[in-house]
């Protein structure tokens, strides 16, 4: 099997939103119009990319990351990565691995001197996905502040 891992073109977008269901089933995709102004601001910001993991033209697997500026460590940019997922198909065939591979090469390639991420998933099997790709669990603690939910109020 060959896996293809680029940047996902603005056009890309309808192959990109059919594998968000395997990353939150429950989730509630926007309005198509509110929808396509969001990808559109998000292809035209240069900090911000998209990058899927294709086999036989299908998208199969995706992620982003920012390279966000940064005022310390010499102004070394950081990176957030985000919202890995792989179809449950090709899982376990190197389409995530190669994906995020290639995220991590582009932080680098933007002068980022880390990159972190967040996941929701609680599994020795994702922990062991990360931790081969290279990330640590043991260096920061994230703490999350969702609106109306947990906000103090």
């Known amino acids: 099997m060959e896996i293809e891992v680029r940047r996902i073109a603005e056009t890309e977008i309808d192959q990109?939103?059919?594998l968000y269901p395997h990353l939150h089933a429950d989730d509630v995709p926007p309005d198509a119009a509110k929808l396509r102004e969001t990808w559109r601001e998000i292809c035209r910001n240069p900090d911000i990319a998209y990058f899927g993991a294709f086999v036989?033209?299908?998208m199969v697997s995706t992620c982003w990351i920012?390279?966000?500026?940064?005022?310390?460590r010499g102004?070394?940019?950081q990176a957030y990565l985000e919202n890995v997922v792989t179809h449950p198909d090709f899982r376990g065939k190197g389409c995530g691995k190669a994906v995020v591979r290639h995220a991590?090469?582009?932080?680098?390639s933007r002068g980022c001197y880390k990159v972190m991420l967040l996941t929701g998933r609680k599994t020795d099997a994702v922990f062991n996905f990360y931790r081969s790709l290279g990330f640590s669990r043991d260096e920061k603690q994230a703490f999350i502040l969702r609106k109306g939910r947990n906000d103090g109020k």
């Open 75 to 77: 102004c070394g940019r």
């Open 16 to 18: 990109l939103m059919a």
């Open 56 to 58: 036989d033209g299908r």
């Open 104 to 108: 991590v090469e582009y932080a680098w």
């Open 66 to 72: 920012a390279a966000m500026p940064n005022l310390t």
